[in-house]
């Protein structure tokens, strides 16, 4: 992660797999094998949110804005199930939503977010 050292914000993309493991058990119960192969597949290619969490930390980040959510969290009680174990890692973690645009202003340490 030397690419983000000390970087004051890092946006970064995350996995929950212990809910994509529960898609793939129910696809496969169900009889949907190629939904269930896709589930089994894709946390090969993906980060889980404590996986993200301790790169940041490793690298020394201000904050890190989780992206690309897979699966995506409608708001509420299923973001802290998506988040589960990072806040042993580290406590401030924001799950983006579509249209987030963040801004760090020149000469600053400020770190602006807002939405479309």
Same mark, same amino acid.
């Given at each position: /992660?030397?690419?983000?050292?000390?970087?004051?914000?890092?946006?970064?993309?995350?996995?929950? $797999?212990?809910? +994509?493991? !529960?898609?793939?058990? /129910? !696809?496969?119960?169900?009889?949907?094998?190629?939904?269930?192969?896709? /589930?089994?597949?894709?946390?090969?290619?993906?980060?889980? $949110?404590?996986?993200?969490?301790?790169?940041?930390?490793?690298?020394?980040?201000?904050?890190?804005?989780?992206?690309?959510? +897979?699966?995506?969290?409608? $708001?509420?009680?299923?973001?802290?199930?998506?988040?589960?174990? +990072?806040?042993?890692?580290?406590?401030?973690? !924001?799950?983006?939503?579509?249209?987030?645009?963040? !801004?760090? $202003?020149?000469?600053?340490?400020?770190?602006?977010?807002?939405?479309?």
């Amino acid at each position: /992660m030397a690419a983000a050292r000390d970087a004051d914000l890092l946006l970064h993309e995350a996995l929950a $797999p212990h809910i +994509v493991s !529960t898609i793939e058990q /129910m !696809t496969r119960a169900e009889g949907r094998p190629r939904i269930a192969k896709i /589930m089994a597949d894709i946390p090969d290619y993906h980060t889980s $949110p404590v996986a993200a969490a301790k790169a940041a930390n490793e690298a020394n980040v201000g904050r890190l804005v989780l992206y690309h959510l +897979v699966p995506g969290p409608p $708001p509420g009680v299923a973001e802290q199930v998506f988040l589960r174990g +990072v806040s042993a890692v580290r406590k401030d973690v !924001t799950l983006a939503v579509d249209g987030s645009i963040y !801004t760090l $202003p020149a000469g600053s340490r400020e770190i602006r977010e807002r939405e479309l």
